[in-house]
């Protein structure tokens, strides 16, 4: 089944204390992208990556981090969490984006992060 | 950054009827749009895209409209049924790869 995984799914730190959100898609999609969904504010790009070992801020890149060492992986790295970044995230890939295909991206089913 | 807003956080609609959402968005230069379905618990789900240098589109019970001179993109879903209940985001794509989503519409459908 075609789809994009996240984990964990539910997770609570504590102010400082590192983690890593993992996402993996099994479509050989080229595009991945992370995004954070607060109430009010709708999903705000996180960073994006078009290929491995290509990656892009977004519009709220700071407190996170990126690697895409592999086609598949794309993982968020919160070296020092706050209780700012507490919040709802998703995970999305798609084919390569181009001039004539679709950006038509598939989420993965979020990850609800809790910093106290 | 990009601002791109709806007209109302809620819309409700009977079942049969047809439901309108709207968009607005702020940069003329955005060239790619797209509407997403998100329900309860779960992850955004495409429905439809459109292109800037088209102005209407038309999927399974679903068009998109946009309109260029107001920038403005309307999601048309026809004869709305309990399972279009779900809360509704538009995005738009300006030259390159990253994207901005509305803050949403959440839509519901009463039998």
């Known amino acids: 089944e075609a789809q994009v995984t996240q984990n964990p799914r539910y997770l609570i730190t504590v102010t400082g204390k590192k983690l890593t959100v993992t996402c993996s898609q099994n479509?050989?999609?080229?595009?991945m992208s992370w995004y954070r969904q607060d109430p009010g504010l709708g999903l705000r790009q996180i960073y994006y990556?078009?290929?491995?070992?290509?990656?892009d801020k977004g519009d709220v890149p700071e407190g996170y981090k990126v690697s895409r060492k592999e086609k598949r992986n794309f993982p968020l790295i919160l070296e020092s969490p706050s209780p700012n970044q507490t919040s709802l995230y998703f995970c999305?890939?798609?084919?390569?984006?181009?001039?004539?295909?679709?950006?038509?991206?598939?989420f993965g089913p979020g990850t609800r992060l809790t910093v106290t | 950054g990009e601002s791109v807003g709806l007209h109302l956080p809620t819309l409700s609609v009977q079942e049969g009827d047809n439901s309108i959402i709207n968009c607005a968005y702020s940069?003329?230069?955005?060239?790619?749009f797209i509407w997403y379905k998100q329900e309860s618990g779960k992850g955004p789900q495409f429905i439809i895209d459109i292109r800037s240098n088209m102005d209407k589109r038309q999927g399974q019970r679903v068009t998109v409209l946009l309109n260029k001179t107001v920038k403005h993109l309307s999601l048309q879903i026809a004869a709305t049924q309990p399972g279009d209940s779900a809360v509704y985001f538009c995005a738009e794509n300006t030259w390159g790869n990253q994207f901005y989503f509305g803050t949403g519409t959440s839509l519901t459908v009463i039998p």
């Open positions: 940069n003329s230069a955005s060239d790619y």
């Open positions: 990556s078009m290929n491995v070992e290509v990656t």
């Open positions: 479509m050989n999609h080229e595009y």
């Open positions: 999305a890939s798609s084919l390569r984006a181009s001039a004539t295909s679709p950006y038509e991206q598939y």
